[in-house]
């Protein structure tokens, strides 16, 4: 059963996917459209043009952030990605990130029950 | 050299866009473009970047006082800059111009003739599919 949870909105596809990516650790922009790539078996395709608009406004919501030059994981990364700029899931964005998975599962959860009915009523 | 020429015309499209926009994700797009060429897979990204253009360009005009939408009528004050269609129309070129390079390198074939002494003219499509297109019209 999941959590009870309060009541957003839900978000946008490339919202969650995006979220999702990041939740997997920092990424810079191509990374996150490689791991959306990734996530999705390569059905769901994010352009830059999408991943930055989406990117801007998350960062201004608070749920994303931009990773300080002199991080880990910046250093972990290859020396071709050095100048990329890196993003991060804040505390807020895994809250949203959380709160949107709990609420697909409740549809989930009502679409299986209402499919089961449908099957027991037709049989 | 379709791949300098698309990559200028990618790059256009980014120059079209807001420059807060352009000079805080620009870069990484054009970037990230690079890559995508690399791997022959840009074709998507020139419909990416035309819808990525007109949106910021939109939210940037739809600012209180400079345009409007109520129940389906657009109401403008100044209305939209003659500026901003030229360069709506220009981006949809480079759209159009990207696709072709990427999509059809080899099998568009554009000639127009004029026949000898007659009030008319003949514009030939062929593509490799074998499919050809004939437009003749005489005035």
Sequence with gaps: MPAKTAKSPPLSAATLHILLALAGGNLHGYG??????RNSDGHYRL??????????????????ADVPTSSSTRKAASAKDDDRRFFALTREGKDALAKEVDRLQGVVTKARARLQEARTGRA | MNRAVSR???????RLHPTSFRDEF????LWIFDQEQQLGAAAHLFLDGTLSLLRQRFRSQNSPGQLSIASGVMITGPGIAPVRFFQAVLALSLFCLGLMILKLPNSLNASVTWA???????????APSHAEVVLQTTP
């Design chain 1, 32 to 37: 996150i459209i490689k791991e959306v790539a």
């Design chain 1, 47 to 64: 352009g830059p043009g999408t991943l930055y608009d989406n990117l801007k406004k998350l960062i201004s919501a608070g749920l994303v």
């Design chain 2, 8 to 14: 200028l015309a990618y790059r256009l499209i980014l």
């Design chain 2, 26 to 29: 620009g870069s990484e797009m």
């Design chain 2, 116 to 126: 000898d002494r007659m009030p008319c003219y003949t514009v030939t499509l062929q």
